[in-house]
């Protein structure tokens, strides 16, 4: 009897012992599935009234995005990310319009339900998200100074994001790394500015370019595959960007960009200037591609899928647009796509004739109607928002009449710049994180 208890006993604790064992040794899955949008600009329909306000119509009017079909888009995109059913979302940034605590505190809730079901949400901050003194309601007939959250805040309501299960956190900046599936590190770099108040452009202090370094050196160590978000641009993504649009790129973005490809960052995952758009730079001893998605409200308001293989270490990168919204400003018989390019080529065409009525170009007004400079250069941006962009006959011909006029030659290679798009392809590629190859799919 004591013989036949002692054997159940250690059967027992063997099976316990072998399912410890299991467990600790989860085995690293081949394919990994990844969603990933950006600038989502969240603003939750309490905090403004139909017919808008003056003060959010003009709010609007200096603006690109569709900032009040902005909770019906989101809606519609995270159904999709239900369907599709990926490991992990990255979010890269600019979650809300301009910082609202409410926005926060709605995004971590509709957030929480996709956790639920299975689906681990990653975010890192933008620079609206933080500290931002523009966090107002739109109700009655102006507009409310409302409530905004500060860093530690940030983190809080993210804890289910990344926050609170991180494998290491950087102390300096809302920077820090997960482990969402077995083998595989998400890096979220925070190089946003917002101390005192939040700033569009962004840096990467030294101390956190520091802690980077330490992730990079641990993922190798422990072989681990290291995929990185950031808000802001690492590189360029059209030559010249940095000079013409110095807020959307990190600062001191070569230097830091050659270190952290020189020591193995081979890819990062960014948002912030709203297009749809991968770069590649490469250098001594390594690379990096910059893997920018447009945004969620402007258009094309698009969304990746990435497959990760990370046996071979390639990325499957594949896009697809947000379509079939629903909402009282949309036209009866307009689809959400036609839409969405409408209200962006009128919104850039302000934009755009602002810019050029301004320094650096400080064309005069009646010199900008007559050579539809402003639609010139809305064509251009337009098209490099959906990305994968090839300028047509037409669009060849309106920079040859800009580039024909001495004055204005910085500006007809500015838009030759922004058409001219270098692989890899934008929309559809697969990538190599081992050895840099690009191949169409």
């Not at 926005?103 to 339900?113: E, R």
Request: hydrophobic share 40%; with cysteine.
């Amino acid at each position: 009897m004591r013989k036949l208890i002692f054997l159940l006993c250690l059967i027992g604790f063997v099976g316990m012992s072998a399912c410890k064992k299991n467990n600790d040794e989860e085995s690293v899955p081949q394919s990994v599935k990844i969603m990933v949008i950006s600038d989502i600009h969240y603003f939750d329909p309490s905090l403004f009234a139909m017919p808008l306000n003056a003060s959010f119509q003009e709010y609007l009017a200096a603006d690109r995005k569709l900032i009040v079909e902005s909770s019906a888009i989101l809606k519609n995109v995270l159904a999709s990310v239900e369907a599709e059913k990926p490991s992990v979302l990255l979010i890269t940034g600019d979650l809300t319009k301009d910082g609202e605590k409410i926005d926060h505190q709605a995004l971590a809730t509709l957030f929480k339900a996709l956790s639920d079901k299975g689906i681990k949400v990653l975010v890192i901050p933008g620079n609206h998200d933080v500290n931002n003194p523009a966090s107002y309601s739109y109700l009655g007939t102006g507009m409310t100074k409302i409530a905004n959250v500060s860093a530690s805040e940030f983190a809080s309501i993210y804890a289910n994001c990344g926050y609170g299960n991180a494998v290491e956190r950087d102390p300096n900046s809302l920077s820090y790394v997960s482990e969402p599936v077995k083998g595989v590190w998400v890096l979220g770099i925070d190089a946003c500015i917002y101390a005192p108040t939040s700033q569009t452009a962004g840096t990467m202090s030294a101390t956190t370019l520091a802690w980077v370094k330490t992730i990079i050196a641990k993922a190798k160590a422990q072989n681990k595959t290291l995929l990185s978000m950031m808000h802001h641009g690492m590189i360029e993504h059209f030559t010249g960007q940095a000079t013409l649009f110095p807020e959307y790129v990190i600062s001191d973005w070569q230097n830091v960009s050659t270190t952290l490809a020189d020591l193995g960052l081979n890819v990062v995952f960014t948002g912030h200037f709203h297009a749809q758009d991968i770069s590649k730079k490469t250098t001594t001893n390594g690379f990096v591609f910059d893997i920018e998605t447009g945004s969620t409200v402007t258009s094309p308001c698009p969304y990746r899928i990435v497959t990760l293989n990370t046996v071979d270490k390639t990325l499957q990168v594949a896009s697809k647009k947000i379509d079939g919204v629903s909402y009282s400003t949309i036209p009866s018989g307009t689809s959400f796509q036609q839409y969405a390019k409408s209200y962006l080529t009128t919104g850039m065409k302000g934009i755009s004739f602002y810019m050029l009525n301004n320094p650096p170009y400080s064309i005069p007004a009646a010199y900008i109607s007559s050579l539809k400079l402003d639609s010139i250069m809305t064509n251009a941006f337009v098209a490099h928002y959906a990305g994968d962009e090839k300028a047509s006959t037409s669009d060849k011909t309106d920079i040859a009449t800009v580039a024909s006029v001495p004055a204005l030659a910085s500006l007809a290679g500015a838009l030759q710049s922004v058409w001219n798009d270098n692989a890899p392809a934008d929309n559809d590629v697969i990538l190599n994180l081992t050895t840099g190859a690009i191949n169409s799919k």
